[in-house]
């Protein structure tokens, strides 16, 4: 269901109820119960009647596909279903758009961007030239507040001075950056893109970055065993393999910027195993709200989720 969809339903109860169209209107209330429910997680039992009819159409395009039908995820997906199925319903199917600003978000994808560039160009790895992309890759006026703007920007030099710093002590031998790819696994088709991947002595490394604030162990990463299993299936012969390690370059960390883990056959079986019952879910349509404290960060908490009503 879409945010216009209920809005949608609004309308006509509003038009109904002002032309004292009251059976109209009664329906209108049914459809919209109905929506609210399917909001909650819970299942519909739907019946015959025209409006139900009707609503069951125009909700078709955002319904989820059936067993048997192609699905596809993504790391970010298959973490958001693993954290709260509601909130991947209310982003990967509803569409409810989380909150406009995002500077986390713009802040990310820049330093994303100056790092592909920065490996991608020739020459000696030097803080001039990591700062000099920095300076053209900057977006001023994405940021709501200036002083927001100064701030991350002080940051954004702070921890590329420290990469550059880091890095130069062993510069890595890059095979690739930004790596778009799509493979599938028992019938789900998983897409994503890998930040870096690295040759070594001992087969590849990859690399993804991170300008979180709270660094997490490499080990427990979906998102390193997703590139983990595409790279042990890869045909091209240049990545194929089960890396040698898949390391969290943390940005932010100053003592210990990279977390880093050798996957197993072990683990990466343990890792389809996971994503397989996330689609069984998502098939399933199983999209209960899972609270916690991850809800502090989450949209959806003051703006749709029914775990939060008062
Ligand atoms: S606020 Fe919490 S329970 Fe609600 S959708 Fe977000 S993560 Fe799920």
Redesign the pocket.
């Known amino acids: 269901m879409t945010l216009d969809l209920k809005k949608k339903y609004q309308d006509r109860l509003q038009r109904a109820v002002a032309q004292n169209d009251y059976t109209n209107a009664a329906k209108m209330i049914k459809a919209l119960d109905a929506l609210h429910k399917l909001h909650a997680g819970e299942t519909i039992e739907w019946g015959n009647e025209p409006w139900e009819k009707e609503l069951r159409n125009e909700l078709s395009d955002n319904f989820v596909p059936s067993p048997g039908e192609a699905l596809s995820l993504s790391a970010s997906t298959v973490e958001t279903y693993l954290?709260?199925p509601?909130?991947y319903r209310?982003k990967q199917i509803d569409k409810i758009p989380e909150s406009a600003s995002r500077p986390q978000l713009t802040f990310g994808n820049i330093i994303h961007k100056v790092l592909e560039r920065f490996h991608g160009s020739e020459g000696n790895i030097t803080e001039d030239q990591i700062l000099q992309i920095l300076d053209e890759e900057w977006k001023s006026g994405e940021f709501t507040y200036m002083q927001r703007e100064e701030k991350l920007k002080e940051q954004a030099v702070e921890m590329l001075k420290r990469y550059v710093h880091n890095t130069k002590q062993e510069p890595p031998d890059v095979l690739d950056t930004e790596l778009k790819f799509s493979f599938d696994l028992d019938g789900i088709r998983i897409v994503g893109m890998i930040d870096r991947i690295d040759n070594s002595s001992n087969g590849n490394k990859v690399v993804d970055y991170k300008t979180s604030k709270r660094s997490t162990p490499a080990k427990n990463s979906v998102q390193l065993g997703i590139y983990s299993l595409y790279l042990q299936q890869a045909e091209d012969e240049k990545l194929a393999g089960i890396p040698e390690t898949a390391t969290l370059y943390f940005l932010r960390d100053e003592e210990q910027p990279e977390h880093s883990h050798a996957f197993t056959e072990k683990d990466l079986d343990a890792i389809r195993e996971k994503i397989t019952d996330v689609a069984r879910g998502i098939r399933a349509r199983q999209f209960e709200?899972?609270?916690?404290y991850?809800?502090d960060w989450?949209d959806?908490?003051n703006l749709a989720?029914p775990?939060?009503e008062s």
């Open positions: 954290e709260c509601l909130k209310f709200p899972c609270s916690g991850h809800c989450c959806y908490k989720c775990a939060w």
